[in-house]
């Protein structure tokens, strides 16, 4: 275990380069070539997250002053993603969740039951997450360990059945997303997609970064965007006036950034994953094999960034007028990207429908995260993690996905038996998508060879 936890302290910038590396010996790529990829690969980490860093920079500020004016105490704070994993690495279950998660992998690999190889190990610390507080709440670590391997399962359903529109959207090819904030946000967005499509009229708009570019030139483009959206959270938070002009510039500059971190991901990524569906294609004819990467890769996108910084200010005037809400969100405003990285993809890049699904998709996890606090509370307590002096903590991204109450709630309430049920549906789900990938690729191969 101690070297697990080594691992995990080496984060994912340093850690991803050297398994990107190793896979790329694997597959034959040239020592300077792979290590070259894996190399820009950390690059595009650090870069990615020094500009995550400058937008949580600004935007804390700015969320105190808000906070501060408008009079918003809640119980619970959040304290953002880079606490839960440290919280859900820190416990006695927490570091098996890498092996745990591999070992499923390979499993589900061998049976050709996903198509997803996951190589973003330490985001495996989601999974960690929803296994550390069954096992405080049931005090039974075999249990904690079960639901480990149900919720590895369900995370790869979500990345394989989101993989083709994360492929088309994003123009990722050979990549999906078996990341526990992002990947369940497809589903919650499918229904939504459904019911905007038959609402007559609405069905035929379409707001994307293009057509706002379009029809408000100059400031219809994204960076302009940014430091327009940076303006009106710093007059919201009644900054002085230096104060707003330099919140949106540096919003201006987390729009013009962020993509050109991802591209730098991406510049490392491609070698690796063309030569893996070559080896595929050699080895195993018609077949087709996802690289499992963070949803990091999404979140420059212009129409996730817009959407996200949108519904910044949403989030919080949520959080004030939803009855019976406790959590205050703070420090997972810098986090929105993920919560609604795929959002965007189902909607096409739709900036209007994403604001609308997401805000109906926040309400859920201020609730959700509500629900949790004290749980997490106490699971903070068992890391030893410091709290700054907060009574109540909670976190509105893993700390409000809904499926995580769903793993948590059946594994509190209905133990073995729940977990079982979760584990056959996980399993049914898996083979269902198998079969229809299958078919799919079938009338491919067919309509292909009829072309010719």
Known sequence: MGVIQWIINLGASVFLPILLFIFGLILRIKPGKAFKAGLTVGIGFIGLNLVIN??????GPATKLMIHNYGLHLQSIDVGWPAASAIAYGTALGVMAIPIGVIVNVVLLLFGLTRTLDVDLWN????????????LLTNNMWLGIFSMVVVTMFTYFFADLSAPKVQEYYGLDGISFPHGLSAPGYV??????????????????????????????????????GAIIGLVIGLLAHMSVAKVLQLAVNMAAVMMLMPRMVSLLM?????????????????????KLYIGMDSALAIGQQSVLSASLILIPITLFLAVILPGNKVLPFVDLATLPYFFALFAAAFDGDILKTV???????????YISTW???????????????????ASISVLSDGGVWTNFIYIMTGEKFQWIGMTVL????????????????????????????RK
């Open 423 to 450: 584990f056959v549906i996980a399993l049914l789900l898996l083979f269902w998508l198998k079969m229809r990938n299958a078919r799919k690729d079938a009338m491919a191969a067919k309509a292909k060879h009829s």
């Open 54 to 59: 400058l937008l949580s920079s600004q935007l």
């Open 267 to 287: 510049e490392g990524l491609t070698p690796i994953s063309e030569a893996a569906n070559k080896m595929v294609q050699k080895h195993f004819p018609g077949k």
């Open 372 to 390: 949790f606090a004290p749980v997490i509370t106490k699971l903070a307590k068992a890391a030893s993690f410091n709290m700054k002096g907060n």
């Open 356 to 366: 609308i699904a997401g805000a109906a998709d926040i309400v859920l996890s201020l």
């Open 188 to 225: 919650f967005a499918l229904p939504f997609k459904w019911l905007f499509d038959h609402i007559p009229g609405f069905n035929k708009v379409h707001v994307n970064a293009e057509t706002v570019q379009k029809h408000l030139g100059v400031f219809g483009d994204m960076t302009v965007m």
């Open 124 to 135: 495996y610390w989601h999974v960690a997450f929803a296994g550390s507080i069954i096992y």
